[in-house]
């Protein structure tokens, strides 16, 4: 099996690291190219990836071809691989805010194609990804469509209309969670740790405890309950940061990425 990847900007990047990690294929089946001729060819160097001259040169040689473009150039780049494609191939999006109607007007209406939201931890094996499968997409192609995505991470099938939710509490939260953690290590700073050490603490503790959450099978809350015990320190923390406003701040950031990815603002 042979992936293409046109684009090669920060998430193609995770993904490809990801599947590289995982032993996927071998690198020499990854295709590449993107408008920046030095770039893509430097970065297939690095990696043993195969780079190829043009777009429609990555869809000849590739059974999935990942389109991992900006919006702003969907149209025109999918106008000029659109005579390679082919029901034999499957298209894989991972361009934001693309439906899957729109993707098969610009292409063909026989086109086998898989929208999907990664992110950036899909790098390092720990990615949580949304996909959505159009009616052309079935058995064992959807099933070799989302194995690239299960080879990075979690997989979670949904419908379009959950897209921009699911891309605020997963994609852009990343950032939100490295804020939490940058917050909790300059916390550290303040009382004499350095911002290394506390950042250390911080993200292990972070980690552990998503691990934990994941394995327990018990919800967040139970979690939280377990740690506090009565009249202690925990409990304190976590009624000041109440007072603070640490729940409405976190929904208000979740309310303003959706509002912005979805136009509403």
């Not at 149209?75 to 439906?99: F, H, Q």
């Amino acid at each position: 099996m042979k992936i293409g990847f046109i684009g090669v900007g920060a998430m193609a990047q995770a993904i490809i690291q990801g599947l590289l990690k995982a032993e996927f294929v071998p690198a020499q089946d990854i295709l590449v190219h993107s408008a920046h001729q030095d770039h893509y060819e430097k970065y297939a160097a690095q990696y043993g990836l195969t780079p190829k001259e043009s777009n429609t040169a990555v869809v000849d040689g590739s059974d999935l071809v990942v389109l991992a473009v900006v919006p702003a150039v969907v149209t025109d780049v999918v106008a000029e691989i659109r005579g390679a494609l082919s029901a034999k191939k499957t298209l894989i999006s991972i361009v934001s805010g693309v439906s899957l109607d729109r993707l098969e007007e610009l292409t063909d209406y026989n086109l086998p194609i898989l929208r999907s939201l990664p992110n950036i931890n899909s790098e390092f094996g720990q990615g949580m990804t949304a996909v959505a499968a159009n009616e052309n997409l079935t058995g064992d192609r959807k099933a070799q469509a989302i194995s690239l995505y299960q080879a990075t991470g979690s997989v979670l099938e949904l419908k379009e209309s959950q897209f921009s939710v699911f891309s605020a509490i997963s994609g852009s939260a990343v950032a939100y969670v490295d804020f939490f953690i940058d917050s909790l290590s300059r916390a550290g700073v303040k009382y004499g740790f350095t911002k290394e050490m506390a950042t250390q603490i911080a993200a292990q503790t972070t980690l552990g405890s998503a691990h934990s959450l994941m394995a327990s099978k018990k919800s967040p809350a139970e979690m939280i309950d377990k740690v506090s015990s009565p009249g202690g320190d925990t409990i304190a923390g976590i009624l000041a940061m109440e007072e603070a406003g640490f729940l409405p701040s976190v929904i208000k950031g979740i309310d303003a990425t959706i509002a912005k990815s979805t136009g509403n603002h």
